[in-house]
């Protein structure tokens, strides 16, 4: 019942005004994110993006639903894993997700009154609701795109972070270094096992020297880890040195190497 050829037209003849008046009116005071870039080429595809929403959205009254959601869902898409937008907070970019509702709704009024009493009621509220159902569920598939492809960062960085974390140096003859630099806590100690044990292993190292002179502390499960990483290479044929032990972690590791000292 909302389809409407009519309001579709009319919808399309103004979405270039609609993206105009959305970017005059928008806050670009905020702290942070893309709706506050000065940058004019981050402000050109920030209006297309906006733009291309609109001729999405606008096809609800004229296509079916099926059809209509599956367009709609490649911009989610897109905008979901944009670089600018995912810098943007998210309740920014679902601030912006209701003014453009408003501006839909107005504009739904505008076409109302420049047809007199040529649509019923029913007709009218259809389009309402189907503004606002279409709103809703694309500001949930939004968060969730935009969640999905956030950790998917959050994931990389993370492996980059283990990966510096765990700066493993290959000399010559299968010999390898590993300078520790930093705190070491339980967190970055399960880490230093997995990633010692495998990047040894790819490089058939025999022999690893593990310099700790700019270790500041470790504490006793940190000290657990890092004797299960030597145990685990003893397993596998390593041969480990340790050398640069501060006497405070000397004494923790003690304890948790059970009194064995590796020369």
Same mark, same amino acid.
């Given at each position: 019942?909302?389809?409407?050829?009519?309001?579709?037209?009319?919808?399309?003849?103004?979405?270039?005004?609609?993206?105009?008046?959305?970017?005059?009116?928008?806050?670009?005071?905020?702290?942070?994110?893309?709706?506050?870039?000065?940058?004019?080429?981050?402000?050109?595809?920030?209006?297309?993006?906006?733009?291309?929403?609109?001729?999405?959205?606008?096809?609800?009254?004229?296509?079916?639903?099926?059809?209509?959601?599956?367009?709609?869902?490649?911009?989610?898409?897109?905008?979901?894993?944009?670089?600018?937008?995912?810098?943007?907070?998210?309740?920014?970019?679902?601030?912006?997700?209701?003014?453009?509702?408003?501006?839909?709704?107005?504009?739904?009024?505008?076409?109302?009154?420049?047809?007199?009493?040529?649509?019923?009621?029913?007709?009218?509220?259809?389009?309402?609701?189907?503004?606002?159902?279409?709103?809703?569920?694309?500001?949930?598939?939004?968060?969730?795109?935009?969640?999905?492809?956030?950790?998917?960062?959050?994931?990389?960085?993370?492996?980059?972070?283990?990966? +510096? =974390?765990?700066? #493993?140096?290959? &000399?010559?003859?299968?010999?390898?270094?590993?300078? *520790?630099? /930093?705190?070491?806590?339980?967190?970055?100690?399960?880490?230093?096992?997995?990633?010692?044990?495998?990047?040894?292993?790819?490089?058939?190292?025999?022999?690893?020297?593990?310099?700790?002179?700019?270790?500041?502390?470790?504490?006793?499960?940190?000290?657990?880890? +890092? =004797?299960?990483? #030597?145990?685990? &290479?003893?397993?596998?044929?390593?041969?480990?040195? *340790?050398? /640069?032990?501060?006497?405070?972690?000397?004494?923790?590791?003690?304890?948790?190497?059970?009194?064995?000292?590796?020369?």
């Amino acid at each position: 019942m909302h389809r409407n050829k009519e309001l579709y037209s009319f919808l399309l003849s103004v979405a270039g005004q609609l993206t105009e008046d959305w970017y005059a009116t928008l806050n670009k005071n905020d702290k942070a994110g893309v709706y506050s870039s000065p940058d004019p080429k981050v402000i050109k595809k920030l209006k297309q993006q906006n733009n291309e929403f609109h001729l999405r959205f606008f096809q609800v009254f004229d296509t079916e639903e099926r059809e209509f959601f599956e367009q709609l869902g490649e911009w989610i898409e897109d905008i979901g894993q944009d670089e600018q937008h995912l810098k943007t907070p998210i309740y920014f970019i679902l601030r912006e997700f209701f003014r453009t509702q408003e501006q839909y709704l107005d504009y739904i009024d505008r076409f109302v009154g420049l047809n007199g009493n040529q649509y019923t009621q029913e007709e009218i509220n259809s389009w309402y609701r189907i503004v606002i159902k279409v709103f809703s569920e694309v500001m949930e598939r939004f968060t969730e795109a935009n969640h999905r492809y956030a950790n998917k960062i959050m994931k990389a960085q993370q492996s980059t972070i283990d990966e +510096l =974390s765990t700066p #493993i140096i290959f &000399l010559k003859d299968n010999t390898a270094l590993l300078p *520790l630099i /930093g705190d070491i806590d339980t967190t970055r100690g399960m880490s230093l096992l997995e990633n010692t044990l495998q990047k040894c292993a790819e490089k058939n190292v025999t022999r690893l020297f593990i310099d700790l002179s700019g270790v500041h502390a470790i504490d006793s499960a940190s000290a657990h880890k +890092l =004797s299960q990483l #030597i145990e685990s &290479l003893n397993l596998v044929g390593i041969q480990t040195t *340790l050398s /640069g032990l501060r006497p405070e972690i000397a004494m923790t590791a003690v304890i948790s190497f059970n009194c064995l000292l590796i020369k």
